[in-house]
């Protein structure tokens, strides 16, 4: 889950990780779909309700919102990470550095996509170091958390990795972009029309891709698993402390990492 703050007079482009078990007000709906108020719980459940996917995404949107204090957020896009693979396919790969366990969790899950769900031959990643993926070892690279990967926190980052590395790519030139929206629409659930995508793209190709920056909070030490009633896993931490980092790092462009002695 990445909140992602577009500045196009600082042509910057900053993006906040938000771990899937952060705990935040989630409207919840009863048996029959009505709507049920809302419970505290961890902030990925928000996609579970809903009668469809952009009501699924409407909510954890609210839930995004509740946690900024209230804060609109102006637009949302969910892509799958299947179709972040046939995305990565069109656009010819993407190149990251995997180390040693990266590549035997990631293909581990390249065997049983490929072999359980495809009844294809696997497509294993050959060896550490820089790699380029093609778009299952690109989708499956962007699931893995066990195996000493690094957890929630670490998966996070490798999907911002592959996202901004194919944004860059579909921005690289008028045809490409193109074609990229062509791929990129029947994969997509976003309250963007395919025009502010075309106008998005065009802009970065004129004007050339933004300053990126990408942090996650809270900031280490400064959070601690705790559980729910109900035994579920979540991340608890100082609610005045979060927002001072979210103002700063939103608002005066401030990467509370380098700010944190």
């Given amino acids: ?3 992602t703050v577009v500045d196009h007079d600082a042509k910057t482009i900053r993006q906040l990780q938000i771990d899937r078990d952060t705990i935040v007000p989630v409207s919840v709906r009863g048996l029959f779909g009505n709507k049920a108020g809302s419970r505290d719980m961890q902030i990925c459940l928000a996609h579970g309700y809903g009668v469809d996917k952009q009501e699924r995404c ?10 900024l204090g209230g804060q609109s957020i102006e637009l949302y ?14 656009l010819g790969g993407v190149t990251v550095t995997l180390t040693d366990d990266e590549v035997k969790e990631t293909n581990k899950y390249i065997d049983e996509y490929c072999w359980k769900t495809l009844g294809i031959p696997t497509q294993r990643i050959e ?11 690109a989708m499956t690279y962007g699931r893995i958390r066990k195996g000493n990967t690094g957890g929630d926190w670490k998966r ?4 911002s990795v592959v996202l901004n590395q194919v944004f860059s790519k579909a921005t690289s030139n008028p045809i490409t972009l193109l074609k ?4 990129l629409m029947p994969n997509v659930t976003s309250s963007m029309s ?17 300053k990126m920056s990408h942090i996650r909070l809270p900031l280490d030490n400064e959070w601690q698993y705790g559980t729910t009633s109900g035994g579920a896993s979540v991340i608890r931490f100082n609610d005045s ?15 509370p990492t380098k700010n944190s002695d």
């Fill in 58 to 67: 409407k909510n954890t949107l609210a839930s995004v919102q509740a946690l």
């Fill in 1 to 3: 889950l990445l909140l």
């Fill in 77 to 90: 896009v969910e892509i799958p990470l299947d179709g972040i693979g046939a995305l990565n396919d069109l």
């Fill in 156 to 159: 996070a980052e490798r999907q």
């Fill in 194 to 210: 395919k025009m502010d995508f075309v106008y998005m793209g065009l802009t970065t190709i004129v004007h050339g891709m933004p």
């Fill in 241 to 255: 402390v979060l927002a001072s980092h979210l103002h700063s790092y939103i608002y005066d462009d401030i990467d």
């Fill in 180 to 183: 990229f929206l062509n791929g």
């Fill in 127 to 137: 060896g550490s170091g820089e790699q380029k993926l093609n778009g299952i070892q």
